[in-house]
């Protein structure tokens, strides 16, 4: 009798491997499925507690705006919490004052109003009122206020009025985002065809899209003002309440649009600050 070049004991050792890799190979892609989003979330969200050393390694990483933001928002929690600590990180906080990511700056605006007895911040904050960014100057006129400081009273009522967005470059212009859309900051509004190739138009600020001022296809230039965003709830809010500290007897005019209900598309409570605000001028 010819024995058979795999007899059934080493047939059943070889199909039992086989199940074992399968299986394990089926665990090993489920565990990725869960494992990857898992560290996409965990690298992005500023939500999880940094060491010290993280702190510090966060602050100093010149490659990963991200890991910035994320050690600045948990400095401003520290310093919200009375965390004695964070005092140690500020030298490094006033030195991101001129970093050429906007996110960092408008971050750090916001950061530096959190301790308003230190003035170094008051003074860090200053400058950046004139900052190219939009939003780096609502959210250093806000901070500055909790110093008592009205310094930055012009960009809360830049806050209250429409927003003109400019073409970033001459090109021809197609849109994105219909009008009476919402937008965040970042929200792709349109593309420009130019010479160099596409350009995206991202908001600047958060708001809705009121008019459009250029038409489909239309050929732009550089700098010409090619839609308006009508303010958000938010930043009319803040403004509102800023204005109220703030604000002086002819700012009347701009408050009372909201008070009176002439803005439409707005939260109630929009309008119940804009009439604190209107009563305490």
Request: proline share 6%; net charge negative; no cysteine.
């Amino acid at each position: 009798m010819v024995s058979s070049p795999n007899p059934p004991a080493e047939d059943t050792r070889l199909a039992e491997a086989r199940r074992r890799r399968a299986t394990l190979l089926g665990i090993v892609v489920a565990v990725l499925f869960v494992l990857v989003p898992f560290l996409f979330w965990r690298d992005t969200w500023f939500g999880r507690s940094l060491t010290d050393e993280e702190m510090g390694q966060y602050l100093a990483d010149q490659d990963k705006p991200r890991h910035m933001q994320h050690a600045l928002v948990q400095i401003g929690e520290r310093i919200s919490q009375g965390d004695p600590t964070a005092k140690r990180w500020y030298p490094q906080v006033l030195r991101l004052t001129g970093n050429p990511h906007p996110e960092i700056r408008i971050t750090l605006a916001w950061v530096l109003g959190a301790d308003h007895r230190a003035e170094e911040f008051h003074r860090a904050l200053l400058p950046l009122l004139q900052d190219a960014e939009p939003m780096v100057r609502r959210n250093a006129a806000l901070s500055l206020v909790r110093f008592g400081d009205a310094s930055g009273r012009e960009e809360f009522l830049a806050m209250l009025r429409p927003y003109a967005v400019r073409a970033p470059a001459d090109g021809t212009l197609s849109y994105r985002l219909p009008q009476g859309n919402a937008a965040e900051r970042g929200t792709l509004l349109a593309r420009l065809e130019t010479s160099q190739g596409t350009l995206e138009v991202s908001s600047p600020v958060p708001g809705t899209v009121e008019k459009w001022l250029a038409e489909e296809q239309s050929r732009v230039a550089a700098e010409q003002e090619i839609l308006v965003l009508a303010p958000g709830s938010e930043q009319v809010w803040e403004a509102l309440r800023a204005l109220y500290l703030v604000g002086r007897a002819e700012d009347l005019p701009e408050v009372e649009r909201y008070a009176r209900g002439a803005v439409s598309d707005l939260a109630d409570e929009v309008r119940q600050q804009a009439s604190l605000t209107a009563a305490s001028a």
